[in-house]
Structure formats: structure tokens, C-alpha cells
């Protein structure tokens, strides 16, 4: 088994397919003596989240990628939520960066007029009609390095945004790897790069958090402490302590 760490892919770079076995992973069970505001399993070289296309969330993962065990393999996503917010967005609007597609599906023109209250109800899904240049191209859509910069460009401008994702239709993982190094998998989905997981779901915390409660949400600590456990990780009283004693700024 390989034992060395996949480097970062840089964003211009696709991810590629490897036959390095995928590590099972239970990341919520256990917390470390150094980091206690976030609880997980320390992850070996790479992490396989089921929770990509599972909601739910079932992290009894089977170590090799060719085991025949269908108990393990992930399960389709659900369903959109009914009368959910949807962006649609092709290769033009993809080419030149054009976020007007967001700004026209939701209302949303500017982070200072976003009222969440309504969002978090309706939540905010995507379609993206993206026209390969080789039909025959097997890259998933979030192996193209043009796609993912608009989610860079996007999540720039509204990086409080996952929170209102159609969680349950798997948006939420699915924008997740627009933005983290990853890889795909026939049988887990997408496997994320551990390190640069933590790092996205820690500083997601810190900016949804401080939004709820600006916008003075109702109990923001369950919501973004569910939007981390979506991708495996448990949030620990400290951190939100620790956020209320040093806000940031407004977002």
C-alpha cells in the first residue's frame, strides 16, 4: 500500500486516477488532544467520504476500491428539494466568470442584501450545461479546471453560500469539490484530499457561523456545526466560544 501523501493539485491542473486503495474513515468519533475544537479521525493519504452522494452520511467504507461488498457502495443522490433556488450555468457564463446566472436564479446581487432566513428554507442547487470540447472526455464535471474557477470566483464573492446548498441532494458535497482536491472513485464517488478538507470545512465554519448570527438566525451553531458533520467532521463548543470572543468582521 502506498503510505506517501498525494500532493495539492494545483487548479490548472485535472485530478488524475490512481490504484492507490481508498482508507475508510470515521471522522466523528474521536477528537485530537492538539486541535480539541474539531472532532475526527486523523486521515491517512486519502479519505473517501460517502457522504459526496450519500446525505446521510455512512462512513463504513471498505479499505479497497475493488472490494465486491455491495453493502459499502454509495447510494444515488436524493431528489432536488421542491421549489429550491436553481442556478444554471454554461460554458459562457463558465469562460468569462459570469456570476449574473447566481445573481438572476436567487436575487442575490451583492453579500450585503443576502437575507438568509429564506434560502436556508428553499436552499440552492446547480445545473451546469457544460459542452465538453471531446465528447469523449471522461472527466466528471468538477475535473475541469475552468468549472471549478467559477466556483472560485463564486464562493470569493459569497463565502457563506454552503450553508444555504441543497444539502440533501448532495449540493453541498458537490461544491465542496469544485473548491478541494479530490479524486473520483466508480464505487465511493468523490474521495477528497483530507488535509485540504479539514481546512475548507474549518474556515467554512468560522465564516457561516459569524454570518447566522449577523443575520441573527436562530441557533447558528447547529446549523454550522451540521453543514461540517455533512462532510464528516464535529464541531466542538470552543470554536463558536472562541468566534464570539474574536468576531470577524461583517461578510
Given amino acids: 500500500m502506498a503510505t506517501t501523501t498525494k500532493s495539492l493539485l494545483p487548479l490548472s491542473l485535472p485530478s488524475t486516477h490512481t490504484s492507490t486503495p481508498f482508507i475508510s474513515c470515521k471522522p466523528i468519533l474521536d477528537s485530537v488532544p492538539t486541535l480539541p475544537i474539531l472532532s475526527f479521525t486523523r486521515p491517512r493519504p486519502q479519505v473517501a467520504v460517502s457522504v459526496a452522494f450519500n446525505p446521510q452520511g455512512n462512513f463504513d467504507i471498505s479499505m479497497f476500491d475493488e472490494d465486491d461488498d455491495n453493502s459499502s457502495k454509495v447510494e444515488p443522490p436524493m431528489p432536488p428539494t421542491e421549489g429550491r433556488f ?28 443576502a437575507e438568509p432566513k ?86 467554512k465554519v468560522f465564516v457561516v457561523y459569524s454570518w447566522l448570527k449577523q443575520h441573527n438566525v436562530p441557533k447558528p451553531r447547529l446549523k454550522a456545526r451540521d453543514m461540517a458533520r455533512m462532510l464528516g467532521f464535529g464541531i466542538q463548543d470552543q470554536l463558536f466560544d472562541f468566534v464570539d470572543k474574536h468576531p470577524l468582521k461583517s461578510l
Avoid at 454554461?90 to 451583492?110: E, K, R, V
Avoid at 474557477?149 to 454552503?162: G, K, N, S, T
Avoid at 479530490?182 to 481546512?199: D, K, T, Y
Wanted: proline content about 8%; hydrophobic content about 45%.
Fill in 118 to 203: 429564506e434560502f436556508l428554507e428553499r436552499t440552492i442547487g446547480f445545473t451546469i450545461n457544460y459542452t465538453r470540447e471531446d465528447p469523449n472526455d471522461p472527466r466528471e464535471l468538477s475535473e475541469f479546471p475552468d468549472i471549478r474557477l467559477w466556483f472560485v470566483r463564486l464562493d470569493a464573492e459569497y463565502p457563506w453560500l454552503p450553508v444555504l446548498l441543497d444539502w440533501r441532494a448532495g449540493e453541498l458535497a458537490r461544491y465542496a469539490a469544485m473548491l478541494i482536491p479530490h479524486q473520483m472513485s466508480m464505487r465511493m464517488g468523490i474521495v477528497f484530499n483530507p488535509e485540504a478538507l479539514e481546512l475548507f470545512i474549518m474556515k
Fill in 86 to 113: 436553481e442556478v444554471v450555468i454554461d460554458n459562457n457564463a463558465i469562460s468569462s466568470l459570469d456570476l449574473s446566472p447566481f445573481h438572476n436564479a436567487t436575487g442575490i446581487t451583492s453579500p450585503s442584501l
